[in-house]
């Protein structure tokens, strides 16, 4: 099947098309994105967010040009924002800490007692989880596994196990803003 007639498939939601695109791209794509990241994990995970966005952009698939450099600006977008959210977080996160201290972003310096009611609304918050989405964030941000190996471990798909992580991180926000003061939930967001 040629390039063409996998695209127009691919927009009727053939799966055996995608699955054809993605072997034909997908080696490429990674070794692309790997300039960028130059984190093997991060980079896979950028990989699948790219196809993730060709599979749910689909039907409106318009490729004027070459269905390689679409394919490849998807990458080149999909890499930048998410290395500018990264580099946005950082910031944030480190003009907090010296908010929050005072001083230098040292964790050391944290109010003992802030950080201990912190320890104790975060704790209560995550038993307040659904069993799913708990599990889901205690593997992967407290026992640090990857998302593969979650999901292995609880023997759902990558995607699944992303959803339970976002609506876990969400119920945790919600449930600091509820109960919590605000340094409290800075320093969530802080780490």
Do not use: C
């Amino acid at each position: 099947m040629n390039e063409q007639e996998l695209l127009k498939q691919l927009s009727l939601g053939n799966r055996e098309a995608f699955s054809d695109i993605y072997s034909k791209y997908h080696r490429g794509i990674y070794n692309y994105l790997l300039k960028f990241s130059r984190d093997p994990a991060f980079t896979e995970d950028l990989v699948h967010d790219v196809f993730l966005k060709l599979w749910e952009a689909r039907e409106q698939l318009d490729v004027k040009s070459s269905f390689a450099s679409y394919l490849y600006r998807i990458a080149r977008n999909t890499a930048l924002t998410q290395l500018n959210r990264i580099a946005i977080y950082d910031t944030i996160r480190m003009e907090l800490l010296r908010r929050i201290t005072g001083g230098p972003a040292d964790q050391s310096l944290l109010n003992g007692v802030e950080s201990k009611n912190f320890d104790e609304l975060f704790r209560k918050a995550v038993d307040e989880l659904p069993t799913q989405r708990k599990e889901a964030f205690l593997l992967v941000r407290q026992q640090g596994l990857s998302y593969e190996e979650a999901a292995d471990q609880m023997q759902i798909s990558r995607n699944t196990l992303k959803q339970h992580l976002s609506l876990a991180v969400k119920s945790i926000r919600d449930y600091l803003l509820e109960h919590g003061s605000i340094s409290l939930l800075m320093l969530l967001i802080a780490f």
